[in-house]
């Protein structure tokens, strides 16, 4: 009887390297398709937070104000500038659009202002100033529809002439001292903390106006988690927040222009439009949290 003839040794080597190649293939087929996607999909690992932000270091002191008293020099009380080095009583746009800035990032060329904090009537300037551009406050179909500010636009948020507590938006707390209770007035923060200071602009434009009489109603705040007919166009919430070097006492303070609860906050828009667009569209309407550079976290 005859026995079947043996296999080639060759041929046994090539069928168990192929199996073995067609193995490895498959295996970084996986896990090509198991890292690929973190790389093809931007965003995909974002932290879901509708935010950019500038944060512009004090630049100079004027008692001028290019929105409220246009054209007069010494006119206002003494001012805080940030952002825009050139701001005074004639600013206009074009002269912002081709300033230098003290904003990270440079590109941001707006010019913000707030009146002067005094410590037993000595200045005092913030050592942080952070302008948080914000989609929150109103509901997610509304954040997803979020447009630039207009370039050249003029808003003043908060009460300079503010008679009372009842009369202002302004908020007070101690930075790193979360058990004294926030106060639209000055508050006595600890020894080692610092004195912070926060104000919410409106985030509803008219869709037509760079400005107003008052310099506010051309823009309203949300109603409902919307915006209201009158102000139908939503623009980011932009957000101020200054931190000041200072504690203890809070009778040893005042601001240029009263009492704590008389802050408030000028902006004028110099955003170059590509730059503030792309923001918009890559931060606040997909809720994605961004660093200063306008790229996700």
Sequence with gaps: MESAAPQ??????????????????????????????ADAAPGINAIRVAEFPADCTYSHRLPD??????????????????GSTVTNAHTTLPDLVGSATTCNPRVDVSSYWVPTLYRDNVPVEPSIATFYYLGEGVRPDVVAQTQPFPLGLRLV????????????????????????PPSKNFVNCPAGTMLESYLDFPQCWNGRDLDSPDHK???????NQACPASHPVHVPKLRQVLRYPVNGDPSRL??????GY??????FNAWPVEELARRVR?????????????RPL
């Design 217 to 223: 109603s051309h823009l309203a705040y949300p109603v």
């Design 65 to 82: 104000d290019p929105i409220v008293l246009p054209g007069l020099p010494g006119a206002s009380h003494m001012h805080s500038f940030f």
């Design 157 to 180: 948020a908060g009460n300079a002439r503010a008679a009372g507590p009842g009369d202002s938006i302004a908020r007070w707390s101690c930075l790193h001292a979360g058990h004294v």
């Design 262 to 267: 008389t802050m408030h906050g000028d902006f």
């Design 282 to 294: 890559d931060c606040i309407r997909p809720v994605i949290k961004c660093g200063h550079d306008g």
């Design 254 to 259: 005042r601001l240029a222009s009263g009492p």
């Design 8 to 37: 080639p040794v060759g041929r046994g080597r090539l069928r168990l390297g192929t199996a073995i190649g067609a193995l490895l293939v498959l295996l970084g087929s996986y896990v090509v398709a198991s890292t690929a996607p």
